[in-house]
């Protein structure tokens, strides 16, 4: 009795220590596991989630003028204003007087004024006028003791209240303005959100052709062409014998490897007015004349099709290749006819490799610049372009992180979407 005891006591203990080993040997293989993953990860942190942070960060925060105006945005903390010539006491002149003539001193003057312009126009004339005459009056043996009228007298502005609650409305360096700016709306003098007059309307307002609803109108006509020229070269590909279908699968990849910059410009040779398809056009007596193709929305729709078709027929291809062709075989052995057999059994079936392929090119579509500034026209370009145009040209950082930023949100959405379409579709079929 006591010998099995005692073997009973140690199969216990050995077991217990055979747990313990295996989660040791689990915990050992997950670190590993873990350190060859992890430079994969530091390099995506900080190649494209730092990124991404810094602009989303920059959308937000704008400290520009609460960090060269501290004394005046203090003499403004308590003062509301009534009337459209309702002016801040007298402390705020004298504040501002000061602020604005150490920012040029340091050479900041510039980017105080170009921010101070993101939410009123005429801003920066005024903010640098100003502070070119304020610094001459501080240079001479009496210097102004009331700022109030000097400044008034270097410009009547200076004696109007939305100009002092341009500063005022600033003065936080957290701001949804860009956002609001983003969809054609501002803070008003009252810190209300009013849209902004109808002839800047141009990114949500503007109807049909504000640049919010463009991108999108041209990005779902783009997929849709996509899809009705890349389903049926798909088809092609996965029913071809192997050998033709590898021949022209390498012609689906050609443009691959061709520079984007190339193939767009290629376009512009063939659809400009003395082009080649004008000059087939003539010659088979279609037209009299030679039509304008390039540089409007025609021409966008055209190359962005024709670059961004590759997307649409590959994931389909890659679908359609595993679709037995048992499936269509066996509904004509049952008296199904070719086409209503392709519409209840085929398609059906690759309707996974459509999701994919539509969710790719529509993503790809909403975020193009290339193609729809170098044929497109003034009314044809994408909010990419005014992305780029803010960050290298008006150098409104923050207006262009909030552009990306909704951007970025439209494409989680669509993917978000497309989770909930494809994952419903899946657990019908099985």
Same mark, same amino acid.
């Given at each position: ?36 993953v992890l430079p994969l990860l530091i390099f995506i942190s900080f190649t494209f989630l730092a990124p991404i942070g810094y602009i989303m960060g920059k959308s937000f925060?704008?400290? &520009? ?28 002149? *004298? ?9 040029? =001193? ?10 101070? /312009?993101?939410?009123?126009?005429? %801003? ?44 005022? *409305?600033?003065?936080?360096?957290? +701001? ?9 709306? &501002?803070?008003?003098?009252? =810190? ?44 092609? @590909?996965? /029913?071809?014998?192997?050998? !033709?279908?590898?021949? !022209? ?14 193939? +767009? ?15 087939? @056009? ?7 004349? &030679? ?12 190359? %962005? +099709? ?15 290749? /595993? ?35 539509? @969710?790719?090119?529509f993503i790809l579509a909403l975020g193009y610049y290339i193609t729809p500034a170098l044929v497109g026209g003034p009314k044809d370009q994408l909010v990419s372009y ?5 960050? /290298?040209r008006s150098l409104n950082w923050s207006l262009a992180s909030a552009l990306g930023g909704i951007l970025l949100v439209w494409v989680l959405g669509c993917y978000v ?14």
């Amino acid at each position: 009795m006591s010998d099995t005891s005692i073997t009973s006591d140690e199969a216990v203990v050995d077991g217990k220590d055979l747990k313990q080993r295996l989660a040791q040997a689990e915990r050992r293989n997950k670190i590993r596991a873990f350190s060859l993953v992890l430079p994969l990860l530091i390099f995506i942190s900080f190649t494209f989630l730092a990124p991404i942070g810094y602009i989303m960060g920059k959308s937000f925060f704008n400290d &520009r003028v609460s960090s060269l105006l501290p004394e005046t945005i203090i003499a403004l903390k308590d003062w509301t204003p009534s009337s459209a010539d309702d002016t801040p006491p007298v402390s705020a002149f *004298n504040a501002l007087a000061r602020d604005i003539t150490a920012a040029r =001193k340091a050479q900041d003057l510039g980017k105080l004024a170009t921010r101070l /312009n993101y939410d009123r126009s005429g %801003m920066r004339s005024l903010v640098m006028k100003s502070g070119r005459k304020a610094s001459k009056l501080l240079k001479k043996d009496q210097p102004p003791a009331d700022w109030k009228q000097a400044l008034i007298k270097i410009d009547k502005r200076w004696g109007k209240r939305d100009y002092w609650t341009a500063i005022k *409305n600033t003065s936080s360096p957290w +701001t949804l303005a860009f956002y609001l700016k983003a969809i054609d709306y &501002r803070y008003d003098w009252n =810190k209300d959100i009013v849209p902004v007059k109808e002839s800047v309307q141009l990114y949500w307002l503007n109807g049909w052709d504000s640049v919010w609803v463009r991108t999108m109108w041209i990005s779902f006509l783009v997929t849709f062409f996509c899809v009705l020229l890349g389903y049926p070269v798909a088809y092609l @590909l996965a /029913n071809l014998p192997m050998r !033709l279908s590898n021949l !022209l699968m390498i012609l689906v990849l050609l443009p691959f490897w061709t520079s984007l910059l190339v193939r +767009t410009t290629s376009w512009i040779v063939v659809l400009q007015s003395e082009g080649v398809l004008n000059d087939i @056009l003539i010659f088979m007596g279609i037209i009299d004349e &030679r039509i304008q193709l390039i540089f409007n929305r025609f021409g966008v729709i055209v190359a %962005m +099709t024709h670059i961004l078709l590759p997307f649409m027929i590959l994931p389909i291809y890659s679908v359609m290749k /595993n679709i037995s062709p048992t499936y269509m075989r066996a509904a004509r052995s049952m008296g199904a006819h070719p086409a209503y057999a392709f519409w209840r059994v085929y398609f059906p079936q690759s309707l996974p490799g459509i999701g994919a392929g539509t @969710l790719l090119v529509f993503i790809l579509a909403l975020g193009y610049y290339i193609t729809p500034a170098l044929v497109g026209g003034p009314k044809d370009q994408l909010v990419s372009y005014f992305i780029a145009d803010h960050t /290298n040209r008006s150098l409104n950082w923050s207006l262009a992180s909030a552009l990306g930023g909704i951007l970025l949100v439209w494409v989680l959405g669509c993917y978000v979407l497309y989770d909930k379409v494809v994952g419903i579709d899946n657990m019908k079929m099985g």
